[in-house]
């Protein structure tokens, strides 16, 4: 890699040719405050508060248009440049309303964060601000259909504008007006509708454009802990983090407040979709299982695991025991399985062991895998394609040696199962789903074959009530992907982790762990004891391939961030995972600042000059 | 005053000055290009280069030089865009030009575009002079007809196509970066340089970008010598220059000259003295963006390099003249509402700068300015010059920060009294109709 | 996700008009397929502005509906095009008289008078700048350096100038301008033969 030598400060930093001054001084670790430069999206030089002193340069340049050069000598620290700095941040405030009080962005908000830093000490704007929709709540106004605009708080870095343009390749956001009455809108005020709508928030550097679904619900102290994961909503597996609540009882009993992208250059860049941000409610929504239950009669009640499980062995040693006369139990076995893609690798692999320990090595043959597919109304030229494949882990399945058929890029067939079933082959069906409600799609025609008694006996894993699950005979409250850690192959092949940011509700359990004592109770010899047992065992059979490092992939913990700032700021968390700046910003103060006497208010009179 | 024989607008007050057959028989129409066509196109440019032709828009950079720096090794196309958003308060010299001598600027549009290898030139005019775009547009057509433009051109093998492009009323499209933007249907907003046009301008393509005026003067230069133009006017800054002189003027109106002409000259013998004859009390001598000259400075040379050396700019030569009756502060005013209406929002200290700079001017010239808000006013100024994206702030904040300067009792007054105290109410005054 | 605008807070922006079903004349479909050739095949947009005044041309200013028409012409987003609209001070987006007056106001013209006269328009017309008067006729705009200071006070009607136009003479050019339309201006002084037809 070709390389240049500049000194930022005094210090000697070596960067990739081609970087520019300001994305070299986030890598060495100098703070330069900066607003329209997103390192996803193009560069626009408009904000002009990154602007550094360069030697041999007459005026103060800004560092996100300058490209890094040997020999540069560059000064964030010097009284020209702080006094500029400091002056440009004035006029940021000047028009700002300061509600951080109220404003969602407040606590993780770089104009708060930065001009605390390097602004001036006071404001000598005696103008009333400038308002565009009205004062306080009335400035928060319709976005669309999963966001909220307030312009009296925008800055006008035009961050989004660039990325419904360049990113999502449908220009909705433009600025209408000029100067200062320049203002960000769509269309007619239509909103923004776009299936990436959510890393608007992200991408704006304050509280002007904020989700729907986060907003009024959390201030960012109060969610003290972040858990790095995979977002399971379709194949495309975009790596995410799952931030959690301090006081759950503060929104209505859930813990996982928000979902936001989490940077991975091979995977989903710095964004992702409005499906896996928004759609997380039904982990801890209503219809959440919670304990495992039986049915009786009409009803199902809820049980005990270790009344559950000797109840199910038996009922399922019955149906197994009910053909065996049957000639052929590999073409048309008693017990069949219906497994959502959504499975995990560990859950796919230990099923596997059970159905070849039960049925022998045809045993996979009675397992069917679904998921469900639909296409996303994106741009043609969108830089973020989402998967039409709505399950996180066909792949896994194939690798395994499950039947997937084309996998990601067609569609489940199920036409076998179902005949089986309606010609009361089967005496058995087993679904695992640990998706959310209608990862397996249509399956009216199985609760109808349960019902009209052509299946008797009918078992669901799964981590919500769904319809199937209510029609069948026993119930098993598994978890969903939030709730443990597991393994999951992208739709490029790429097996990631996810991991375990929530503990599954009640006496809900982790789904691996479900098969392993069905196995047990049904006589095989499964003996993992933990999550990361069946993930050794799974790279020890899968040599040469991706899974033979499985049990070295990185599940992470909730972290408890020492600096909240350090794991807020969703916007910028790219820079504190990647670009490992041990730096950060504390309020008030700057360890680049340290002996810098801070800007005076008034800029004495220079007009004796 | 100094004998000077106009060149640029020798023919501008005869009937039928805009047609092309004026302009082939009473000015040598087109035998420029003819000329310039039997050349190498590096030679044009060097003789561009030798004449020290400087750009008439504002900044005066040389013109033969930001021809030199288009990309030469490129596959992509390369543009003349010529600038003709004139905009610029006080200043109204390339209308005459373009409406009065439009073939000059399409010869010159057609041998820049040859010098620098364009095939296209685009002339962006602003959407006010629909009249004058018109002319143009008829005018380009008739020389299409006659073979000066278009495919093969005087049997060279030279193809150039010649556009117009209105504006739709925006100050800050007559910024080159913005223009192109505005060329290319966006809001005329300026970019980041580098890349500079020469490099990366229309469509990304290597593009130059200049004035109506210099590129008028590009087919006498070539037809004429280098040597014929430097030698006119002082050193660096030879050649004719058009002057437009407005404000307390007898003769408001564009007047050619060289730039040894003094603003005494320009304002006393081509423009007839002050208005109603009232005291000269300064000038504001390239567009509202430059810094005032006083009556001490009235015999400057209106040249690039004096009226640098006097401590203002010439800028666009739009000289606009104040009499003793004028309040600065309200001077001031008038031009940040300006400067506040046509602030394109892009970026910072600009955008929110003249906002904050017009309101407090109003409130200081309608008297509820406090002794604070002089230090503010600097403040303020002082913060968006040399912060901005383009030279727009620096203009902006000029205004301000030459009248404070200059006539600061006026603010302290304003501020004490909490009124103007010039008793000399201009307001009422008739505008007098100056006899063309 | 449920979309119920309703519930939220509308914003207060002055929007364009609506407008019915928008399409350009065959006239002006012609027009502007000639002028889009102006540009390379990939720079429609580049047609932008000529699209909006020949839509304005059509209708007198520029509805949603033909923005959304010039969005599909040059193959952009309708935000897009209301960006452009909004930018530039020439493009109405809400009904305009017949005659808009557009007096300049910058250092040259108000050095000779044009406050004054656009207070003499304003209590002529009987409205403030900004406003259309009752009968549609006449709509009052204050503009910033039309490029016309040598002719100071100089005011645009529509795309015509009228230059020198003293506080005085205020009145009779309004009723010159509803009696003999746009022959009551002057025109632009240095387009001599123009003058000279109208007055043969």
Redesign the interface.
């Known amino acids: 890699m070709e390389t240049v030598t500049l000194t930022i400060d005094g210090q000697p930093i070596t960067v990739a040719k081609g970087r520019t001054v300001l994305q070299a001084a986030i890598e060495a670790g100098v703070s330069v405050p900066y607003y329209c430069y997103h390192p996803g999206i193009s560069i626009d030089g408009s904000c002009r508060v990154c602007v550094v002193k360069i030697e041999k340069m007459p005026k103060l340049q800004t560092s996100c248009s300058t490209l890094c050069a040997d020999g540069m000598v560059v000064s964030t620290r010097e009284p020209d440049v702080v006094d500029a700095r400091a002056g440009v941040f004035e006029f940021l405030l000047a028009n700002h309303p300061l509600d951080c009080p109220v404003c969602d962005k407040g606590g993780e908000c770089p104009l708060q964060d930065f001009s605390y830093t390097f602004g001036p000490a006071d404001s000598r704007m005696d103008f009333p601000r400038r308002v565009f929709d009205g004062e306080g709540v009335k400035a928060d106004v319709d976005f669309g259909p999963t966001l909220m605009l307030n312009r009296n708080r925008c800055i006008l870095c035009t961050r989004c504008v660039r990325f419904m343009k360049e990113i999502d390749d449908d220009a909705q956001i433009g600025i209408v007006d000029r100067g200062a009455g320049s203002e960000i809108a769509t269309f007619q005020e239509q909103g923004v509708h776009s299936l990436l709508s959510g890393n608007l928030m992200d991408v704006c550097p304050v509280g002007a454009i904020l989700t729907r679904d986060y907003r009024f619900k959390s201030r960012p102290w109060d969610n003290p802990t972040v858990v790095d994961t995979t977002c399971t909503l379709c194949s495309k597996g975009c790596n995410t983090s799952a931030w959690l609540k301090a006081k759950p009882e503060w929104a209505k009993g859930s813990r996982l407040i928000r979902m936001t992208p989490r940077y991975n250059p091979d995977v989903n860049g710095y964004w992702m979709c409005d499906i896996g941000r928004f759609n997380y409610h039904w982990v801890e929504g209503e219809s959440r299982l919670r304990r495992p239950m039986t049915r009786n009669g009409d009803v199902l009640e809820p049980t005990a695991w270790h009344d559950l499980q000797p109840r199910l062995r038996d009922r399922l040693r019955q149906a197994r025991g009910s053909s065996e006369s049957a000639a052929s139990s590999v073409q048309a076995p008693p017990v069949r399985f219906l497994v959502s893609a959504h499975a995990s690798t560990e859950e796919l692999f230990v099923l596997k062991q059970l159905v070849e320990g039960l049925m022998g090595s045809e045993g996979l043959n009675a397992v069917t895998l679904a998921w469900t597919t639909s296409d996303k109304a994106q741009p043609a030229g969108t830089k973020f394609k989402v998967s039409r494949t709505n399950a996180p882990n066909v792949n896994g399945a194939r690798d395994l040696g499950y039947q997937v058929g084309a996998g990601n890029e067609g569609t489940p067939d199920l036409s076998a199962l179902r005949s089986a079933i309606e010609s009361g082959q089967t005496a058995a069906v087993y679904v695992l789903d640990p998706g959310p409600d209608g990862s397996l799609g249509d399956t009216s025609w199985l609760i109808a074959a349960r019902q009209n008694g052509t299946l008797p006996l009918l078992i669901v894993q799964g981590a919500v009530m769904t319809d199937l699950a209510s029609a069948a005979d026993f119930v098993l409250a598994g978890s969903a992907f939030v709730e443990k850690d597991a393994l999951y192959t992208n739709d490029q092949g790429r097996v990631q982790a996810a991991s375990r940011a929530i503990a599954p509700p009640g006496e809900a359990r982790d789904d691996w762990s479900i098969l392993v004592a069905l196995g047990q109770s049904l006589g095989l010899a499964l003996a993992y004891e933990s999550a990361i047992d069946v993930r050794r065992a799974l790279a020890a059979t899968m040599p040469d391939t991706p899974y033979a490092s499985a049990d070295l992939l990185v599940v992470t913990r909730p972290v408890a961030a020492r600096n909240w700032l350090q794991a807020s700021n969703p916007s910028e968390r790219w820079k504190w995972d990647f670009l490992y700046q041990d730096l950060p910003p504390v309020k008030g103060h700057s360890v680049q600042m340290e002996g810098i006497s801070p800007r005076a208010a008034y800029i004495p009179l220079k007009l004796t000059e | 005053m100094t004998p000077y024989a106009p060149i640029l607008t020798s023919h ?1 007050g005869e ?2 000055s805009y047609s092309l057959d004026f302009y082939v028989t009473h000015q040598q129409g087109y035998e420029g290009l003819r000329k310039a066509l039997t050349q190498e196109p590096g030679d044009i440019i060097d003789q561009v280069k030798t004449s020290g032709l400087r750009g008439r828009g504002g900044a005066g950079f040389p013109t033969g030089l930001k021809w030199q720096f288009v990309l030469k090794d490129t596959p992509n ?1 390369k543009y003349i865009c010529c600038n003709a958003d ?7 010299k390339d ?2 030009l373009m ?2 001598n439009p073939h000059l600027l399409i010869e010159g549009c057609a041998i820049a575009a040859f010098a620098i290898g364009a095939r296209v030139a ?1 002339i962006y005019i ?7 775009q018109q ?1 143009l547009e008829a005018e380009i057509e008739k020389a299409y007809a006659a073979g000066f433009l278009g495919k093969n051109i005087l049997g060279s093998g030279f193809d150039c ?1 010649v ?1 117009v ?7 800050e499209a007559g910024e080159e970066t913005a223009l192109i933007e ?7 907003q300026p970019r ?1 340089k580098p890349p500079f046009p020469a490099v990366a301008g229309l ?1 990304q393509c290597p593009t130059a970008v200049n004035n109506v005026e210099t590129l008028c003067n590009v087919p006498l230069i070539v037809l004429n010598g280098p040597e014929w133009f430097s030698g006119m006017g002082p050193e660096k800054n030879g050649g004719p220059k058009l002057y ?5 003027v007898k003769k ?3 007047y050619e000259a060289s730039m040894h002409t003094t603003l005494r000259e320009l304002i006393y013998d081509h423009a007839g003295g002050m208005l109603d004859d009232r005291p000269f009390k300064a000038i ?1 001598p390239g567009g ?1 963006s430059v810094p005032l000259l006083l009556p001490e400075h009235l015999d400057t040379p209106a040249s690039f390099d004096d009226i640098q050396k006097a401590g203002s700019m010439l800028g666009s030569a ?1 000289l ?1 003249v ?1 009499n003793d009756s ?1 309040c600065m502060v309200w ?1 001031a005013m ?2 940040l ?2 400067y ?10 600009c ?6 700079l017009y ?1 407090l001017l109003a409130r200081i010239e309608g008297g509820e300015g406090q002794p604070k808000d002089l ?2 006013l ?3 100024s ?2 968006i010059v ?4 383009c030279a727009f702030g620096d203009a902006a904040a000029t205004p301000v920060l030459s009248t ?2 200059l006539f ?1 009792a006026e603010y302290e007054a304003h501020v004490r009294e909490g009124r103007c105290t010039l008793t000399a109410d ?2 009422a ?6 006899a ?1 | 996700m449920d979309y119920a605008p309703a519930k939220f807070h509308k914003s207060a922006r002055e929007l364009a008009e609506p407008g019915g079903a928008f399409a350009y004349t065959p006239e002006h479909q012609a027009k502007f397929d000639a002028n889009v050739k102006c540009y390379p095949p990939d720079q429609r947009r580049s047609a932008i502005l000529f699209a909006l005044y020949l839509a304005q041309r059509q209708q007198g200013y520029v509805t949603a509906a033909a923005m959304r028409h010039v969005a599909e012409q040059i193959g952009c987003t309708p935000a897009e095009v209301e960006d452009v609209v909004s930018y530039y001070t020439m493009f109405f987006t809400k009904p305009v008289g017949t005659y808009v007056l557009n007096v300049c106001r910058t250092l040259s013209c108000a050095l000779r008078g044009a406050e004054r006269v656009t207070a003499a328009l304003s209590a002529e017309l009987g409205i403030t700048p900004g406003e259309t008067d009752p009968t549609g006729t006449f709509t009052l705009i204050e503009v910033e350096c039309l490029g016309a200071c040598d002719r100071a006070p100089v005011v645009m009607v529509n795309d015509d100038w009228h230059e020198c136009l003293a506080p005085e003479d205020v009145r009779r050019l309004v009723e010159d301008l509803r009696t003999r339309g746009p022959a009551a201006l002057t025109g632009c002084h240095l387009h001599k033969e123009k003058a000279a037809e109208a007055t043969s």
């Open positions: 501008v009937p039928n196309p004139e905009s610029e308060p006080g200043t109204f209308h005459v409406e009065r685009y602003r959407g006010e002079f629909y009249h004058v002319i196509d556009y492009h209105r504006g739709a009323g925006a100050y505005s060329l290319e249907g966006k809001r005329a980041i469509y437009c002189v407005s404000g307390h408001p109106g564009v504001i509202s739009g606009i104040l004028v001077l008038n031009l509402h300006f506040r209406h046509e602030s394109c929002g892009k970026c910072t200290p955008r929110e700068g003249c906002d904050w309101k230090d503010l600097f403040g303020v002082s913060n040399g912060k901005t994206l404070m300067t600061r201009w307001r005054a008739h505008p007098v109709m100056a063309h």
